[in-house]
């Protein structure tokens, strides 16, 4: 078995901001990063809100300058995913899904969050095929090529003034008509020809053969049905806590999947720090999860070094 002073799951702003506060602080730091390091940050076009870049960043290229930092401080980043945790007291058990099992005195838990979809009948059969949960990743498929959006958060708005660029219509479907994306984003996407919204309805079916090739909405109010011919359906109706490793863990979980951490990141468990969107009930923003991966990068780190031997 391998030893590691911290082992911190994930490798998005929490995880990696987590691991240079650790690092800096002579704490032997690896990072489970898994196959595409970087969360859902790598799926994000431009980001005009985190502090100190005048202009926007890509995400790619955040995550990125994050990575190498972490590198450059001496912090070993794992090309696997964490499978299990171990124990109830430091130091803990880890295995990896490779089956590589880890020894670690401090865990700060950072996995982030994966984008919830609607549900529906055929849903499985879609995906890849005009079903989509990010705009950025596969919009430049559906160039020339008229879509529908579900959702009425930030994510939604960005996405649909995305594809606006270069689809021919974009139809905006949510479930109510007030919105909890910002009202800048959301004046831009109202003023936009190209982008309608379909509101206080929801999507009933995916139409197609084997690609989408259109969506039944209900409006709620009025319980009327129409059908919208579409090319492609992006899901944008929030994230759900990627937390399904920890279920047979002795790490406390919210019933919503959220690991439950006090303001100072620490749960339920001796040595074990949770930080980000897998443990964020209201923000859920990449700066958010920079600072919070900070304060558990302290934290951890005071632990080990208080209880190294
Ligand atoms: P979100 O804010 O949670 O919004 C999810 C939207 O999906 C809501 O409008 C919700 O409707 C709707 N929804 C949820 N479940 C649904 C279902 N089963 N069927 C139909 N609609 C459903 O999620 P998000 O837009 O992904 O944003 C997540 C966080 O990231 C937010 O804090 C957001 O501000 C942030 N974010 C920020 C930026 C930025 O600042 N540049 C960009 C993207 C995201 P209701 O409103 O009716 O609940």
Known sequence: MKKTELMVIGAGPAGCSAAIYAVRAGVQTVIAGGAMPGGQLLQTSE???YA???DPVGGFDLMERMHKQCKRLGVEILPDEVASIEGSKSPYTLTMQGG??????????????????LGLKGEDKFKGHGLSACATCD???MRGKEVCIVGG?????????FLAQFCTKVNLIHRRDGFRADQVTVQQAQSN???????NSVVEEIVGAERVEGVKVKNVKTGEITQIPCSGLFVAVGAVPQTDFLKNSLVALADN????????THTT???????????????????IAAGSGAKAGIEAAAFVNLHRK
């Open 257 to 264: 999947g959220l690991v439950l951490a006090d303001e100072r």
């Open 193 to 199: 020809p190209k982008i309608n919204m379909v509101l």
């Open 47 to 49: 980001i005009e809100n």
């Open 100 to 117: 590589e099992q880890y020894q670690a005195d401090a865990v700060v838990i950072a996995a982030g969050a994966k984008a919830r979809w």
């Open 139 to 141: 919009g430049f498929f």
């Open 269 to 287: 468990l001796p040595g074990i720090f949770a930080a980000g969107d897998c443990a964020d009930k209201y923000y859920r923003q990449a700066i």
């Open 52 to 54: 100190g870049f005048i």
């Open 153 to 161: 958060g930030n994510t939604a708005f960005e996405d649909a003034l």
